[in-house]
């Protein structure tokens, strides 16, 4: 009985050893095998354990920064132009195809009123389909050259919105009251003068109608001073003036006046301001009022023959200028219409009178004492680069 017991014990402490051994070999080879070498080096992201190679193969580089850039604020004048509403400019720019000297002349225009400008501008062009791309490219390319900043971010203020305004379509709306002024204020067929566009600006109020006020100008200009203030002169204008233009600076109008200034000896028109009279405008820069040009009665009435045949003929008036004739002839009957710009506005550099019988007088009408603000090009004048 007790050798039946001690044999019972000695069997189950083999098996409890065999049973052991067998955890034991078990638990070593469950283990995980060691990484190895350099590529598998543990690296520790918080509680994750990851493998550098994994992480380089699979995970997205970060992107590493040198320096923090540091944004710029605007400034006063940057931020003004984010909130001010354009100022409406308008040129006539027709022919233009091929013709290299007028798309330089726009370049000039262009560029120098948008480098002047503290204020956005919504230029009309009054042009073809043509003469739209090619002022677009130009005036683009000045536009590019004229960024307000060139930081660490760029300001793209739009300086510049460009509206097409089709000359072709609207010519024949104006062809008969052309017609008649053609006939007052221009000398032969074939005169430069004679284009319709030269008669535009009468007929704004159709062009524009959307518009209370704009500045049309000549693209034979070079602006130097700021359109804005130039529209500020609007603020000035009488509850009468329709437009404000400078004084011509040429004895143009002494000349065309002269049979007049015979019969009347005491007559200031066609005289010099330093004698105190009235030389006539130029239509180089014209600031209109469309709502008064549309609406004036004394303007329409100039422009049918039975009124021009009365004034010219009282006058002795026969022009050759275009549109700038018939304001003159107006103002000479009704200078309450307009409002005289300084003259610095409109600097004509034309001196053809001077060799053609005004040489004594001609400074007289010359002389502008004021600070070039527009330069204009008229009769074919140059430019010079130092103005």
């Known amino acids: 009985m ?77 931020n003004d132009l984010l909130y001010r509403p354009p100022l409406d400019v308008a040129f006539i720019f027709t022919h233009a195809r091929d013709n290299w000297p007028l798309q330089n002349q726009l370049r000039v225009a262009a560029g120098s009123l948008l480098a002047h400008s503290s204020a956005p501008l919504r230029l009309h062009l009054i042009t073809d389909e043509d003469g739209f791309h090619t002022a677009t490219k130009i005036i683009n390319e000045v536009q590019a050259t004229n960024q307000l900043d060139s930081r660490h971010i760029k300001l793209l203020v739009p300086l510049c919105q460009l509206v097409y305004v089709s000359a072709d379509d609207f010519i024949p709306e104006i062809e008969s009251s052309v017609t008649v002024l053609q006939e007052f204020f221009t000398r032969r067929a074939n005169s430069y003068y004679r284009d319709a566009l030269f008669f535009f600006s009468l007929h704004l109020h159709q062009l524009l109608p959307g518009l209370e006020r704009v500045i049309l100008m000549d693209i034979d200009i070079k602006v130097k001073g700021d359109v804005a203030e130039l529209h500020s002169h609007f603020e000035r204008f009488t509850p009468s003036n329709v437009m404000g233009m400078t004084q011509e600076q040429s004895p143009v109008y002494r000349h065309l006046l002269s049979v007049y ?127």
Not at 48 to 73: C, G, T
Not at 289 to 294: A, V
Not at 332 to 348: A, I, T
């Open 2 to 78: 007790f050798r039946r017991l001690r044999n019972l014990g000695h069997a189950f402490l083999l098996l409890t050893f065999a049973a052991a051994i067998i955890f034991l070999c078990g638990w070593r080879d469950a283990q995980p095998a060691p990484l190895q070498g350099p590529s598998s080096t543990v690296v520790q992201e918080g509680l994750v354990m990851i493998q550098e190679k994994d992480l380089a193969v699979n995970m997205p580089p970060f992107p590493v920064f040198n320096q923090q850039q540091e944004a710029v604020p605007l400034d006063a004048r940057e």
């Open 261 to 387: 200034r015979r019969t009347h000896p005491n007559t200031t028109l066609g005289s010099p301001p330093s004698e105190g009279g009235f030389t006539g405008f130029n239509s180089g820069v014209v600031l209109i009022d469309i709502n008064k040009l549309r609406e004036s009665q004394i303007i329409k009435s100039y422009q049918k023959r039975p009124k021009l045949v009365e004034r010219t003929q009282h006058y002795s008036f026969q022009g050759h200028l275009g549109d700038q004739d018939l304001y003159t002839l107006i103002a000479l009957d009704h200078p309450e219409l307009f409002y005289s710009l300084p003259c610095g506005w409109n600097r004509q550099l034309c001196d053809w009178w001077r060799g053609h019988g005004y040489q004594a007088v001609f400074d007289l009408y010359f002389n502008c004492p004021e600070e070039l603000k527009i330069i204009h090009g008229n009769c074919k004048t140059p430019i010079p680069d130092n103005l």
